[in-house]
């Protein structure tokens, strides 16, 4: 028990299967000398022996149940997308122009944290926004959008992308642009712009506002084979995992809603 509250936090990959197999290991060891003390204070009626075998086998058939209900037979949160953003964002819809996530083929994925639903997008660096809004800063980058929604969350939720990393299936890593550095770089309404996008950021618990924040990465990254992007919420790294999608894909997972 100890072991799988040290480590429930502990992000997804390698050594999480090693820790759970690990816990799984012990539970069913646990289990079974359970039931061989209690055979055993039974045969020799040692009732305050067998009562406290009792307990440990009821305990031990207890978390497995739990474990296995929760693994098998809960429903998980489906994490969930704005349709709409702020004029502000990068990733804003030009009114009279493609909808610049929905009508681009990108990089999309998606997490649950903390009951906070994690939605990750590439922006194309040809759609006329993201260059609008790049023409802002002296330096040169490509844009991934983060949306969060902490509608469902039941306490604060902090998100901080400065240490963000893109892992490749090919087994390269990309860590983003130091995003201090290129809001540094904006020509005008440097205050206005670290104001709005400086990591990390407090989602609070119930909200209907969607929080947005952007990830600066080296340009022209190409997202075809990424494969997740690590960031820290609430102080530990969560991995966004997903694929890079056609823009009816896209349009089919996010549920684009009607023009």
């Known amino acids: 028990m100890v072991l799988a509250v040290l480590t429930w936090k502990m992000p997804h990959g390698t050594?999480?299967?090693?820790?759970?197999?690990?816990?799984?290991?012990?539970?069913?060891?646990?289990?079974?000398?359970?039931i061989f003390a209690l055979n055993g204070a039974m045969r020799n009626q040692l009732r305050s022996a067998a009562k406290q075998a009792g307990i440990g086998v009821g305990l031990c058939g207890l978390i497995i149940i739990l474990t296995i209900w929760g693994y098998f037979f809960s429903e998980p949160v489906k994490p969930s997308v704005a349709t709409t953003v702020p004029a502000s964002n990068p990733a804003a819809v030009a009114q009279k122009g493609p909808d610049i996530i929905f009508d681009y083929p990108g990089w999309l994925g998606a997490a649950v944290e903390d009951k906070a639903n994690?939605?990750?997008?590439?922006?194309?660096?040809?759609?006329?926004?993201?260059?609008?809004?790049?023409?802002?800063?002296?330096?040169?980058?490509?844009?991934?959008?983060?949306?969060?929604?902490?509608?469902?969350?039941?306490?604060?939720?902090?998100?901080?992308?400065?240490?963000?990393?893109?892992?490749?299936?090919?087994?390269?890593?990309?860590?983003?642009?130091?995003?201090?550095?290129?809001?540094?770089?904006?020509?005008?309404?440097?205050?206005?712009?670290?104001?709005?996008?400086?990591?990390?950021?407090r989602c609070t618990p119930g909200s209907s506002h969607v929080f947005n924040l952007f990830i600066p990465v080296p340009a022209g990254t190409v997202y075809t084979i990424m494969d997740r992007v690590t960031i820290q919420v609430n102080g530990l790294p969560v991995d966004i995992h997903g694929q890079y999608c056609t823009a009816e894909e896209k349009a089919q997972r996010l549920q684009r809603p009607s023009r």
């Open 118 to 201: 994690l939605v990750l997008v590439s922006i194309p660096d040809d759609a006329p926004d993201a260059r609008q809004f790049k023409r802002n800063f002296a330096k040169d980058f490509s844009i991934i959008m983060l949306t969060v929604d902490s509608s469902r969350a039941t306490f604060d939720v902090y998100v901080d992308t400065s240490r963000a990393i893109a892992h490749f299936s090919d087994g390269r890593t990309v860590e983003a642009l130091p995003i201090r550095g290129i809001l540094e770089s904006a020509t005008q309404d440097r205050d206005k712009y670290f104001a709005t996008w400086m990591p990390p950021i």
């Open 15 to 34: 050594g999480s299967r090693v820790i759970s197999i690990i816990n799984g290991l012990l539970l069913l060891i646990g289990l079974c000398a359970g």
